[in-house]
């Protein structure tokens, strides 16, 4: 099946720094979506992006897919402890969701 | 709305019993699935339904039974319970397998000794 890597694993950052994950396949995606799990509780979702080159901001996080749609990132700035969690990508490829391995974002106050 | 539950919150199973875990959703998504979550692996697909009466396999089918007979009930049957099925499950549920927003419910975190 398809699979979506994603870097890094984890992530430490000082409250008020810059996170940014991503997400990579080596076969064109058809869409990309992206959840936050917070800890203890269930994936929530964020954002869909379907076309090629898309951006789209939701306050302080801003979300791209790639030109060639093998690729995407999750840009947080200006961190805040609210936004202690695992962020996941996941493609819906015919039905199928395929997740990545997450990305653990801890913010020290 | 309730969104999607699942029952049990907990459970503790013993190498070979068998058991049925609970998922209702109250949205009337065509689109039901299931996922296991392990440390470091993020979310696996077990199986999935894109409505009544139609179900398929995921990533990783092994083990697990399930049936759509209706659009609100998606059940995960454990058929003979390993210890290589600890896990978290997660449910989940879109209006449309069309790459839609999916929702998931809080999850069982189910042990087998």
């Known amino acids: 099946g398809q699979q979506v890597m994603q870097i890094p694993q984890y992530q430490h950052v000082q409250e008020g720094e810059d996170f940014t994950t991503y997400c990579n396949s080596s076969t064109t995606l058809s869409n990309i979506q992206w959840y936050k799990q917070r800890p203890g509780g269930h994936p929530v979702f964020l954002i869909q992006l379907v076309k090629s080159g898309e951006v789209k901001k939701q306050k302080r996080l801003t979300f791209q897919f790639g030109e060639a749609k093998k690729n995407s990132s999750l840009h947080i700035t200006a961190t805040q402890t609210t936004d202690v969690g695992t962020y996941f990508c996941a493609e819906d490829n015919f039905n199928k969701f395929y997740f990545g391995s997450g990305t653990k974002l801890n913010v020290k106050p | 709305n309730a969104g999607v539950t699942q029952t049990p919150k907990f459970q503790v199973l013993k190498t070979g019993q068998s058991m049925t875990l609970q998922c209702a959703q109250d949205?009337?998504?065509?689109?039901m699935s299931w996922y296991r979550q392990d440390p470091g692996m993020g979310l696996r697909l077990i199986h999935y339904?894109?409505?009544?009466?139609?179900?398929d396999q995921g990533e990783v089918p092994n083990g697990y039974n399930v049936s759509r007979s209706t659009t609100e009930d998606f059940p995960l049957r454990l058929l003979s319970a390993a210890p290589s099925q600890t896990s978290v499950y997660f449910c989940?549920?879109?209006?449309?397998?069309?790459?839609?927003?999916?929702?998931f419910g809080p999850g069982t975190r189910l042990t087998v000794t």
């Open positions: 989940a549920s879109s209006y449309s397998s069309r790459g839609g927003e999916q929702y």
């Open positions: 949205m009337n998504h065509e689109y």
């Open positions: 339904s894109v409505g009544a009466g139609i179900t």
